[in-house]
């Protein structure tokens, strides 16, 4: 069983000189190599000469307005993109030397009627160390039991994907990426549609990984949540409009310049200066305002 | 009963023809599952037609169909593939030129000649009764070399058909395997040409696998299933065939229709294969 503690438990073999990512003058152009999205005229820039560092074992949150590039940063540090301008690195070396970078898409963007079971899809992130040619060993599946129960997800192995809620969902996947055995973990929008305690289970787990040393980058809307829970953040409108800790990012200027006109201010009873911004690009301004402060939707 | 079971095979064409549908139904329904997941049927459709010129340039020249159709297969399903990388076109309209282009350039070289009508309908919709043992030899060779393929594969094609971005960050070679399973594609429809003939491919690439999507949600379960409909639709559409005096091809593709069917039927009162 050492293997296995190995695998999921403690990694304490994660000590890199180089920081976990490094970002150098990155811009993303639209209508390079793929098609340039309806409505959207080519040679607009999704990122515009980015620059930030992710040390090893932080956990950085991305937040911004809708389409300020945080999927289009995703997908560069997972290496299904590549910059138009500007240079990645992942632990010192290029993304394509890495297998240890592991992806947890929008459930969104899951196609949950596909016929696999939960522990199918863990065993997906075992593909690359079981090798080409051949087939899971009894290991593979050992290790993707611990990694279910790393997740308190041991009771769904066998349930088809279409039969898991919200957050069986989310913690399945971070299932998969234990077994592809991650040191970089992207969530993108981990806790989108998600109750209290489901988010706070995801929370657990994240926090677990983080004392073993996985470096974590999550992007999310929900600035208050971000604030409480991450060592750093990015404020993101296509350029960085702030980066570092929460109470130095999250200032009226700042969060301003991101949101533009979709920030709203008022004083409460003391007052103090409370900011609400909402939680997506607002069409409707009455509806979906946060409370940075509190966290309350007004 | 027995002696009308064993009526028609005392036939030595009849006796091809069973193995051949045997094959096809197994290796068509196989990949075909792929074909269903990956939502990839007007591709196979496309694929079976273009082939077309490169049976009709073998079959004048004398060569065997299937190493013309077996060279047209491959260069165009790489072809396609290639194009729908790049963003000239959406990628269904840039299949629908080459493969509605091909196919036109097919049928006016078969015009040229002069039994054109029979030779063309046995192209669209198959010759099951004509298959020899030579081609019987190719299409096993084939086939099972498809179901090798897949079987040493069957982790990555999974990888690549449900999470592309995983097999990315995974770095598995994403490009050559998509381009492998478009290859093997195009050999299943050379298996099958025969069988079924070009118009009615995409019914067995498609047919069993759905049936058997709609009764599992195992994609193992699903290849064993489809495989299973795709051998039971052979075997009642070649009984069709001889005891109806009804074209093998349609009828072997009628019965997989059927079989579809009575799965969706099935599948609403009964419990989920695991």
Redesign the interface.
């Known amino acids: 069983m050492a293997f296995l503690w190995q695998v999921v438990k403690k990694r304490e073999g994660i000590a890199h000189e180089s920081p976990a990512v490094r970002v150098t003058d990155v811009s993303v152009r639209y209508g390079g ?3 340039v999205p309806l409505g959207r005229t080519g040679g607009g820039l999704a990122l515009d000469n980015i620059s930030f560092t992710v040390e090893t074992g932080e956990k950085l949150a991305v937040v911004g307005p809708n389409g300020a590039g945080k999927s289009t940063l995703f997908k560069l540090l ?3 993109l590549g910059p138009s301008e500007g240079d990645i690195e992942v632990f010192g070396g290029a993304i ?1 030397e ?2 240890c ?3 947890v ?1 929008q459930r969104s963007q ?2 949950w009627s ?4 939960v522990a ?2 863990v ?3 075992r ?2 160390h ?1 090798g ?2 051949r ?2 060993r009894r290991k593979d599946w050992q290790i993707v039991d611990a990694c279910l129960a790393r997740v308190g997800a041991t009771n769904l192995a ?1 349930k ?1 994907i ?1 039969n898991l809620s919200g957050g069986q969902q989310q913690r399945v996947f971070i299932a ?1 990426a234990l077994a ?1 055995e991650t040191e970089l973990l992207l969530l993108d929008e981990p806790l989108a549609g998600l109750d209290i305690p489901s988010q706070e289970a995801i929370f657990e787990i994240l926090d677990g990984l983080q004392g073993d040393g996985v470096t974590m980058v999550v992007a999310t809307h929900d600035l208050n949540m971000a604030a409480e829970r991450f060592d750093q953040m990015l404020l993101l409108n296509k350029r960085i409009v702030a980066w570092g800790k929460p109470k130095e990012v999250l200032t009226p200027d700042y969060l301003m310049q991101a949101y533009g006109g979709h920030l709203h201010m008022t004083h409460d009873e003391q007052q103090q200066p409370t900011l609400l911004v909402p939680d997506s690009c607002c069409g409707d301004e009455a509806e979906g305002i946060t409370d940075i402060r509190t966290g309350l939707v007004r | 009963m027995v002696e009308w079971l064993l009526e028609p095979f005392q036939y030595g064409f009849m006796l091809r023809a069973l193995w051949a549908t045997l094959l096809v139904g197994v290796v068509c329904s196989v990949l075909g599952t792929y074909v269903v ?1 990956r939502g990839m049927a007007f591709f196979g459709d496309a694929l079976a037609h273009t082939i077309l010129p490169g049976v009709v340039v073998a079959f004048l020249l004398g060569l065997p169909l299937t190493l013309g159709a077996l060279v047209m297969g491959v260069v165009t399903a790489i072809g396609i593939g290639a194009l729908s990388q790049h ?1 000239v076109l959406k990628e269904d309209t840039a299949i629908g030129i080459i493969f509605a282009g091909l196919f036109a350039l097919g049928v006016a070289m078969l015009s040229a000649t002069g039994n054109y009508t029979v030779d063309l309908t046995h192209f669209l919709f198959g010759n099951l009764l004509g298959v020899s043992m030579t081609d019987l030899g190719v299409m096993s060779v084939l086939g099972v070399g498809v179901l090798m393929t897949i079987g ?1 594969f ?3 094609f ?2 690549i ?6 097999a ?5 070679p994403v490009r050559f395997l998509q381009y492998l399973l478009l290859v093997l594609l195009a050999v299943t429809v050379v298996v099958a040409l025969q069988v079924v003939g070009i118009a009615l491919m995409v019914a067995m690439l498609v047919t069993p696998a759905a049936a058997a ?1 709609l009764l ?4 193992s ?2 290849m064993v299933l489809s495989a299973g409909i795709g051998v039971l639709a052979g075997i009642i559409g070649l009984y069709s065939s001889y005891y109806l005096d009804i074209a093998s091809g349609p009828a072997v593709v009628l019965a997989a229709t059927g079989l579809f069917g009575l799965a969706l039927v099935g599948s609403r009162a009964l419990p ?1 294969i ?1």
């Open positions: 190599k793929r098609s997972s290496g299904v394509q890495h297998t970078v592991a992806y898409p899951i196609d596909f016929p696999v079971t199918d899809v065993m997906m992130g593909v690359n079981i080409l040619f087939w899971p066998n088809q279409g998969r592809q | 997941l963003d040493l069957y982790k990555e999974l990888v058909s449900f999470d592309l971005t995983l990315t960050t995974m770095q598995l999507s599992t949600k195992r994609l379960t699903m989920q695991e």
